[in-house]
């Protein structure tokens, strides 16, 4: 069981850190090429806000690197210091992607209110299994009779069924997220026809992260579920 489990966090770990990777390596190559417009993240993304009629959302600047995010718990465009100084197709596309976040909550994007209210099973499925692990491990040793291993298979497999229903539900959220985001900049002549294709080519590797989640929690969900298939026989 643990075997097999690590091998495919470990195989999941390197992939997800080759795209991201990839995704670091593209955003520094075109935040290097200054914006024809010369407007900021920030500017931007105030700007699609204005042109979608949403007044009642902030932008603001968070620390870190790639952390940005569209809080709908306090309305919040958070933008990292490069996206929201940067004037850049980078920058652009990010900004311009989370504020597209911002449309779907404002418009009520059926995908972002089922993820948002998958949001607190997410978490309890996350400390649940923790706990099974955790009494999987010292169980073995102090209560080897403590719970029925077919019993602890089925708790995870339930747990990793929640994760991995939020992670498939979360794609069509980002892929929606960043087509109103280039169609928004295109339409606005935001960026010229050479910015625009680095936009897309950045929103398409920051989209391959969400993937490589989906698919990584999907074979770890089809592993625990054949194991316990395996042990019934």
């Not at 700007?47 to 902030?58: E, K, T």
């Not at 929640?162 to 992670?167: G, N």
Request: glycine fraction near 6%; proline fraction near 3%.
């Amino acid at each position: 069981m643990g075997f097999g489990a690590l091998f495919i966090g470990l195989f999941f770990m390197l992939i997800s850190y080759m795209v991201s990777s990839r995704l670091k390596n593209k955003f520094k190559k075109y935040s290097m090429i200054h914006l024809t417009r010369d407007l900021s993240g920030a500017e931007i993304a105030r700007l699609m806000l204005a042109d979608h009629g949403i007044h009642n959302v902030q932008v603001v600047s968070v620390e870190g690197q790639l952390s940005d995010h569209y809080n709908p718990a306090n309305k919040t465009v958070n933008l990292s210091p490069d996206v929201y100084h940067g004037r850049n197709a980078a920058a652009a596309a990010v900004a311009a992607h989370e504020c597209g976040h911002a449309v779907q909550h404002a418009t009520a994007y059926s995908m972002l209110e089922f993820r948002s209210a998958m949001v607190p099973m997410q978490n309890v499925s996350a400390k649940v299994l923790n706990f099974i692990f955790m009494a999987m491990i010292f169980g073995a040793f102090l209560a080897p009779g403590l719970m029925p291993f077919n019993t602890a298979l089925l708790i995870i497999i339930g747990c990793y069924g929640v994760f991995t229903l939020f992670s498939f539900i979360t794609l069509p959220v980002e892929f929606d997220a960043s087509r109103r985001a280039l169609a928004w900049v295109k339409t606005r002549n935001i960026v010229t026809s050479q910015e625009y294709d680095m936009a897309q080519d950045a929103l398409k590797w920051a989209a391959m992260t969400y993937v490589v989640v989906a698919i990584g929690a999907l074979t770890t969900l089809i592993y625990y579920v054949m194991m316990f298939l395996g042990n019934r026989d």
